[in-house]
Each structure stands twice: as structure tokens, then as C-alpha cells.
């Protein structure tokens, strides 16, 4: 369970401990599974370690090997519906067995032997066939005795389930708990500690405990024996009390207690304590910056949205990735990302083309309508200037004294009408001595054109 600590103790002081309040968790809680297939060799080797993860899917996703590197790192993956082994990938595991063993046995001309616990995986008719082709001997563990007999549960899981606990607990602390533990944080906590726990130290000290290699059955068969079974002299390996070794024999970084028992019997001054106190503040800032500059890391991590590693046909299942399959993958997956980055760019750049020319046609709209009220306001101001100045003429031919006809007529009946009017008023002057016509001027039209005198107006001198 990948959210789930050893058991462990803490240390609060009495006042925090009776407040109620112990802040800080102990244990993420998370109780997904992945399975861990290990397998380790008499020469102090370990082969690649296999892990599956739970997926319903059936497929791997690009955010759980975010950390894992297929040049530094080497891993295999699967994944099954619970996370658990299954008779398929027990089966496919072999292949992986075969190829990293096969030449320390002549390139398989001489046997092997796998010894394997009673998992039903490993017993399956097809596993077992496969190995006698492949000159592999199966060794099963009886029922019931691996944590006496399997190295790996003696002397190898105990350690990487410590280092990964602390790994964990480091993470936790680190992120103060905002940060869940998933999937995608998995394998940077389960490599360091993997790395630390099958080294070859220990390997050669499981080999030895579980008696297999070298050939040892009495160091399992001794620590089951009564306690009386041998009577022996307790004196005669008593070990005797080792001698009290003096101050000046300890250790400088060991005698840190007694100098600061000495410099409490001295007598603290202001500035002592104030140094103190700030350094310690000091520290406590940086592990709070330092935690939340993780916890921000690690939640920008969970923006991604993960997508399949390998491209499964429909109604196939996952087997056994090696770090160039998951290489080939990631290589092809970056080869993708990177023309989708290029569509992007050229969609963009279209978009952008498209704004540009968007952009000029309104500047162009926005210049022609400008030319259009320019060229509106000029023509308003011609006609209001050639109106004011057919109005100065007006004016000025009305201060000159010329007569004025009255207003122009509009038909022929008006003009008639002047007409009548104009006779009668000749008839009336006739009895006057002298008649005077108005004086007729070379009256011009708009257009030009000279205005003639009526014709019955010829016979009259002016």
C-alpha cells in the first residue's frame, strides 16, 4: 500500500501532548496497491525490479513515470485491474528471468534454478513448461515458510520497507501534508529506497541467513530449538563489561552534552540567547519555504492530465514493459506532443494572420469612412458659402436702389396677373403729361442669360 507507514514513534513534549492537538500526519493513508516482483542472485546481484501498478484501464499513464528515467533507472512495468500479479504476467515475467540470466549459465546450456514461493502465478502449467524448455529449474518454498527460507522476505523487503517509510515520512513532512501520496509520487520514493535495501551487503547476508548459500541448514534449524536443548556455561560467553572509556577518549561531536552542560553552568548572557533564538528561527523558515516551494512543485505536477504510455489494440492486455519499450514510448509520446506544439504554433500564427488582416481592413473601413465625413464636410461648407454669398448679392443690389419686381412668380397665372397690373397702371398715367416707365435694366438669369423686355413693352419709351 503505497500511502502506508511501519509503525513508528513520535516524541511531544507534555504540554503538546495533553493540548490534544498533535498536529501534523503520520501517515498518508492512501491503500492503493502496486506489487513489487523482486528477485536476487547467489553472486550478490539482483535482477531489474518489476512493478504493477493497479490500472483499470489496463494501460500505463504518462504522469506515473514522470521521475522514472530509462537511462538511469532500471525497471520493468505492468499493470492489472488491482495491482496484483496474475498467471499472465507471471508467465511473461519468466522472459524477463531468462534475459538477464541467461549469460551467467552459458547462454542457457547449463540450468538454472528459481526458487519461488506457492503464488499460484508461478505454478501455473505454461510458466512451468516454459522453464523446463529454457533449462530452468522451479524450486517452491513450502507452505508457510518464507519468512524462515526466501532471503528476500530474511533480509531484503524488512529494509525497503523501512527506507521507504522514511522516504514517505520525509515526503509528508516536507509537503506538510497537503500533498497526497499517489501513483505519480510513487517510484521517486520507491527507488532510493530500493536502491538502499538490495545492496550487495545485503543480499550476501539474506543469502547466508536463509542457509541456501552458502549451504547452511543449522542457521535455520538453531534459532528454532528449545532453550534448554544445550546446557551451557553462562559465564563462558558472557561478555565481560567493556572498560569506561574517559572523556578525553570520546569523541569532539560526541561530548556536545557535557559542553553544553558547562556552558549552562557559565551563565547565559542576552546576546547568547538572542543568537540563539534568531538561528533557530532561521531554520524554522527555511524547512517552511522549503516545504511549500515542494508543496507548490508538486501541485503545479498535478495540472498535467496523464495519457496511455503504449498503444494497446482492442482486447489487449498489458504485459511487461522494459526502460527501451517505455524509452521507445516516451520518445514517440515527445514526437507527438511536439507536432501538437507545432499545430498550435501554426494555428496560432493563422489566427494572428487572420487578426492582422482583420485589423487592417477595419483601419482600412475606418480611413475611407474618415474621407467620406471629409469629403461630406467640405460639400456642406461649399453650399453654405456659395449660400452666404448669393445672400451678399442680394443685399448688395437692394443698397444699390435697383427695384425690385417682387417676389418672382411661381405660374403663369401670377404672371399674368403682373401683367394686367402693369396695363392698368399705364392707362391711368395717360392723363398725366408725362408717363415714366421704369427703367428697364439688362437683367441677367442665373445661368447667364440676358432677360428680354415683354413685347408689349416696345412701344413705349423709357
Not at 153 to 179: C, E, Q
Not at 188 to 203: D, V
Amino acid at each position: 500500500m503505497i500511502g502506508k507507514l511501519q509503525k513508528t514513534k513520535r516524541i511531544f513534549n507534555l504540554e503538546h501532548w495533553a493540548s490534544g492537538k498533535l498536529r501534523g500526519t503520520g501517515e498518508d493513508g492512501n491503500r492503493e496497491w502496486i506489487t513489487l516482483v523482486a528477485c536476487i542472485s547467489a553472486d550478490g546481484s539482483y535482477l531489474p525490479p518489476s512493478v504493477i501498478y493497479s490500472a483499470k484501464t489496463g494501460n500505463l499513464q504518462t504522469t506515473w513515470l514522470e521521475d522514472f528515467d530509462p537511462k538511469e533507472h532500471t525497471c520493468h512495468f505492468a499493470s492489472s485491474e488491482k495491482g496484483w500479479t496474475n498467471d499472465k504476467l507471471g508467465f511473461k515475467w519468466l522472459e524477463i528471468f531468462d534475459r538477464y540470466t541467461k549469460a551467467k549459465a552459458r547462454q542457457g546450456r547449463d540450468w538454472r534454478v528459481l526458487w519461488a514461493d506457492g503464488h499460484g502465478s508461478h505454478l501455473s502449467m505454461d510458466f512451468l513448461l516454459w522453464s523446463i524448455e529454457h533449462r530452468i529449474h522451479i524450486a517452491v518454498y513450502p507452505s508457510h515458510s518464507t519468512h524462515r527460507l526466501q532471503p528476500l522476505d530474511i533480509g531484503l523487503f524488512r529494509p525497503l520497507a523501512s527506507y521507504y517509510s522514511t522516504n514517505l515520512s520525509n515526503f509528508i513532512a516536507a509537503t506538510r501534508g497537503y500533498i497526497s501520496v499517489g501513483k505519480r509520487e510513487f517510484f521517486a520514493l520507491f527507488w532510493p529506497a530500493f536502491q538502499k535495501a538490495f545492496s550487495e551487503k545485503n543480499i550476501d547476508s539474506a543469502w547466508a541467513k536463509s542457509g541456501l548459500w552458502p549451504w547452511d541448514p543449522d542457521s535455520v534449524l538453531d534459532p528454532l530449538k528449545p532453550a534448554d536443548f544445550e546446557a551451557t556455561n553462562p559465564n563462558e560467553n558472557e561478555p565481560s563489561t567493556p572498560p569506561t572509556k574517559s572523556l578525553t577518549e570520546i569523541p569532539l561531536d560526541l561530548r556536545w552534552r557535557d559542553m553544553r552542560k558547562a556552558v549552562d553552568e557559565a551563565g547565559r548572557g542576552p546576546t547568547y540567547s538572542l543568537i540563539e533564538r534568531l538561528q533557530a528561527e532561521n531554520q524554522i523558515l527555511k524547512h517552511q519555504v522549503q516545504a511549500y516551494e515542494s508543496v507548490f512543485k508538486h501541485k503545479e505536477r498535478r495540472k498535467k492530465k496523464g495519457r496511455a504510455v503504449f498503444e494497446l489494440e482492442e482486447g489487449e492486455t498489458t504485459g511487461w514493459y522494459s526502460p527501451q519499450k517505455v524509452l521507445t514510448a516516451q520518445q514517440r509520446l515527445q514526437q507527438l506532443d511536439e507536432e501538437e506544439q507545432l499545430q498550435r504554433e501554426l494555428k496560432e500564427q493563422e489566427k494572428l494572420r487572420k487578426r492582422q488582416a482583420k485589423e487592417e481592413k477595419q483601419r482600412e473601413l475606418a480611413l475611407r469612412k474618415q474621407q467620406r465625413e471629409q469629403a461630406r464636410k467640405e460639400k456642406t461648407e461649399l453650399q453654405a458659402r456659395k449660400q452666404a454669398e448669393k445672400e451678399q448679392r442680394a443685399i448688395s443690389k437692394r443698397a444699390a436702389g435697383r427695384p425690385q419686381s417682387g417676389p418672382k412668380p411661381t405660374n403663369q397665372r401670377q404672371k399674368n396677373k403682373d401683367v394686367q397690373q402693369i396695363r392698368l397702371n399705364i392707362g391711368e398715367s395717360n392723363n398725366n403729361e408725362d408717363v415714366h416707365m421704369p427703367v428697364q435694366d439688362n437683367r441677367k438669369s442665373r445661368s447667364g442669360r440676358r432677360i428680354k423686355q415683354p413685347q408689349y413693352l416696345d412701344d413705349y419709351e423709357i
